[in-house]
């Protein structure tokens, strides 16, 4: 399940893929990750999600994501690009100092679920160390999502 870090470009554009089965059907799954209000939950540096346009859930829809990184608060715009039940679901910044894509692409085997994570990351000159520590990130996060579906801790 690690995920591998694959340098993009000299502005430290980093690649992460990742996958993790989880034992819960697709449609459960797929609804849980789709909605960034569950992001908090599950995603060790979100604090808070809170919509900013009127039709959440939805292409297009934005959101204000505020995060504590080890660099200290950081506060993004979100916008959903792709959400299209139950196989896909990504989202990437428009406004804020952490610009990235998150790609999550979901398969059901048999009653469990594959997620296929594919994101981008812009990372500040001292990628080295930073890369690892949001390649670590992404596994402890891929990790409590299976935790918090399969075990009902919500």
Same mark, same amino acid.
């Given at each position: 399940?690690?995920?591998?870090?694959? =340098?993009? &470009?000299?502005? $430290? +554009?980093?690649?992460?893929? !990742?996958?993790?089965?989880?034992?819960?059907?697709?449609?459960? /799954?797929?609804?849980?990750?789709?909605?960034?209000?569950?992001?908090?939950?599950?995603?060790?540096?979100?604090?808070?999600?809170?919509?900013? =346009?009127? &039709?959440?859930? $939805? +292409?297009?829809?934005?959101? !204000?994501?505020?995060?504590?990184?080890?660099?200290?608060?950081? /506060?993004?715009?979100?916008?959903?690009?792709?959400?299209?039940?139950?196989?896909?679901?990504?989202?990437?910044?428009?406004?804020?100092?952490?610009?990235?894509?998150?790609?999550?692409?979901?398969?059901?085997?048999?009653?469990?679920?594959?997620?296929?994570?594919?994101?981008? /990351?812009?990372?500040?000159?001292?990628?080295?160390?930073?890369?690892?520590?949001?390649?670590?990130?992404?596994?402890?996060?891929?990790?409590?999502?299976?935790?918090?579906?399969?075990?009902?801790?919500?």
């Amino acid at each position: 399940m690690a995920p591998e870090a694959i =340098s993009r &470009d000299s502005r $430290r +554009v980093v690649g992460l893929r !990742a996958s993790i089965t989880i034992d819960r059907p697709i449609a459960e /799954v797929f609804a849980y990750v789709a909605d960034p209000g569950n992001f908090p939950v599950w995603n060790s540096a979100v604090q808070d999600v809170r919509p900013t =346009s009127p &039709d959440p859930l $939805r +292409v297009g829809s934005t959101y !204000a994501m505020e995060r504590e990184l080890p660099t200290g608060r950081a /506060v993004n715009q979100l916008e959903i690009v792709a959400r299209e039940s139950p196989r896909e679901f990504a989202v990437r910044t428009i406004a804020g100092p952490t610009a990235f894509q998150y790609r999550y692409r979901f398969a059901g085997e048999d009653d469990a679920t594959v997620i296929e994570f594919d994101g981008e /990351v812009d990372l500040p000159s001292v990628a080295g160390l930073t890369q690892q520590l949001v390649r670590r990130g992404v596994e402890h996060n891929l990790t409590t999502l299976k935790l918090v579906l399969e075990g009902g801790r919500r």
